[in-house]
């Protein structure tokens, strides 16, 4: 079965720093883009970071700096280092699958809750 | 960067209903949008992809269109499941952009 799993989300106070992890099953990373998308409580779902199959990377303007999305193809995970956390980065952070760019991302994981305050 | 100006933000409507929903880019863009459904507490899921065409997860009832910078989602019958959050998003150069959402309630 294709699941994504999310895990290292937590409470941390502003100007912390955090560490996610989204862990692949049914597929391999190395030949997917993988995107992490988050969503404030209440709020619409905001883009954040990419890797592409290639570890080229891109982020959000509002991250970018702050947040370093890296791989583990042994470990077929893919991470979202967090610093200088802000209370606006509050929210539940997915992460998804992208096959190739005609497709968009198809799989989601549950998410997982950062709390910055 | 491309801004995806959805609408309308909220939508009231009745079991048996045909809805639209409409994302309008701020440029010319290829077919690089995808819908997406999510249920509160849940992740996104899915339902068109290359502006057009259906997953096997959307019900036939669901449907698309594009024409110029406009995106189009139908729901030719709406069932008691359809009521939900509905997002664009534009992912042909980054950033990615979500529209602002679209809640359908039951009226």
């Known amino acids: 079965e294709v699941q994504l799993v999310e895990s290292g989300g937590g409470l941390v106070q502003p100007g912390g720093s955090l560490r996610l992890s989204c862990t692949a099953s049914g597929f391999m990373i190395r030949s997917n883009y993988m995107s992490w998308v988050r969503q404030a409580p209440g709020k619409g779902l905001e883009w954040v970071s990419i890797?592409?199959?290639?570890?080229?990377?891109f982020y959000a303007d509002s991250v970018s700096a702050r947040f370093d999305i890296s791989r583990d193809i042994s470990k077929n995970t893919v991470y979202l280092q967090m610093s200088d956390l802000r209370p606006e980065d509050t929210g539940l952070y997915f992460c998804a699958r992208e096959v190739h760019a005609f497709f968009g991302m198809d799989v989601w994981g549950q998410g997982t809750t950062v709390t910055v305050s | 960067d491309i801004q995806m100006t959805q609408s309308p933000s909220s939508l009231s409507a009745s079991v048996g209903d045909r809805v639209t929903i409409t994302c309008r880019a701020s440029?010319?863009?290829?077919?690089?949008v995808a819908w997406y459904q999510q249920k509160p507490g849940k992740a996104p899921k899915r339902l068109i992809y290359a502006a057009t065409r259906l997953t096997s997860a959307a019900p036939s009832t669901f449907s698309a269109s594009s024409s110029g910078t406009e995106f189009t989602l139908t729901i030719s019958s709406l069932q008691p499941e359809d009521f939900a959050t509905y997002y664009c998003?534009?992912?042909?150069?980054?950033?990615?952009?979500f529209g602002q959402g679209t809640r359908l309630e039951i009226k």
């Open positions: 890797i592409y199959s290639d570890g080229s990377t």
């Open positions: 440029q010319l863009i290829r077919d690089d």
């Open positions: 998003l534009q992912h042909q150069s980054h950033p990615y952009t």
